[in-house]
Structure formats: structure tokens, C-alpha cells
């Protein structure tokens, strides 16, 4: 069984910036492509960023490109997002989660992830 717990989720103005982080336990991490997910109210959850096994490759949504870094360290068993220039429409519940399955290039799937974490909270306010 693996746990994941996020955190650095808040309320933060338009323009501001902030770093969620989450905490990986119970399996190898490094065995495990990682993704963010968010889900605004009323909207599906949707894919926000991924970062493969060793952290030498990254994707993003196209509304978060060029804002948003994902990054990793298999030392620490975590995996950060760094979020820029926030705007309202980023308000949501964000997700991390964890992929052990084999590489399928669907890292923007929700069913290609078996381990999710609870969520924290990103308010943006303008």
C-alpha cells in the first residue's frame, strides 16, 4: 500500500505563487511515475502535470505550461509543484498521485494511476 500526502495548498492573490509538496510512503518511490490532478467544484478532475520515474521528463496541461513546474526527489520520496502567476481559474482541490504500472505514454489519465492522495486545498482569489 503507498500514502500520499499533500500539502502548501492555501489562499493566495491573483499573481502570487505557491509550492505544493507530497509525501510518498509504504512503496519504492522511484518505481512510480507521479502526477498532479485538481478538480475545481462541480468540474471533473483533470490533469494538471506528470513527471516520469526518474524525473528526467515532464508534461503539462496547456493551461498550466509555462506557470507550473513539477520536480521530484527520490532521496525524499516526494514529488513538488510549483505554481506561478496563479490565477482565480486555478482555484481547486489539488492531487497528487502515483502510477506503478507500465509506462503507457496516458500519464494525463486518471485510470493509469493506482495510489491517490487526500488533497489539498488552492484558493486564488483576484
Known amino acids: 500500500q503507498v500514502q500520499l500526502v499533500e500539502s502548501g495548498g492555501g489562499l493566495v492573490q491573483a499573481g502570487g505563487s505557491l509550492r505544493l509538496s507530497c509525501a510518498a510512503s509504504?512503496?519504492?518511490?522511484?518505481?512510480?511515475?507521479m502526477g498532479w490532478f485538481r478538480q475545481a467544484p462541480g468540474k471533473e478532475r483533470e490533469f494538471v502535470a506528470a513527471?516520469?520515474?526518474?524525473?528526467?521528463?515532464?508534461y503539462y496541461a496547456d493551461s498550466v505550461k509555462g506557470r507550473f513546474a513539477i520536480s521530484r526527489d527520490n532521496a525524499k520520496n516526494t514529488v513538488n509543484l510549483q505554481m506561478n502567476s496563479l490565477k482565480p481559474e486555478d482555484t481547486a482541490v489539488y492531487y497528487c498521485?502515483?502510477?506503478?504500472?507500465?509506462?503507457?505514454?496516458?500519464?494525463?489519465?486518471?485510470?493509469?494511476?493506482?495510489?491517490w492522495g487526500q488533497g489539498t486545498q488552492v484558493t486564488v482569489s483576484s
Open positions: 498521485a502515483a502510477d506503478y504500472g507500465k509506462y503507457s505514454g496516458r500519464y494525463y489519465s486518471i485510470q493509469e494511476y493506482d495510489y
Open positions: 509504504g512503496r519504492t518511490f522511484s518505481g512510480a511515475s
Open positions: 513527471i516520469s520515474r526518474s524525473g528526467t521528463t515532464t
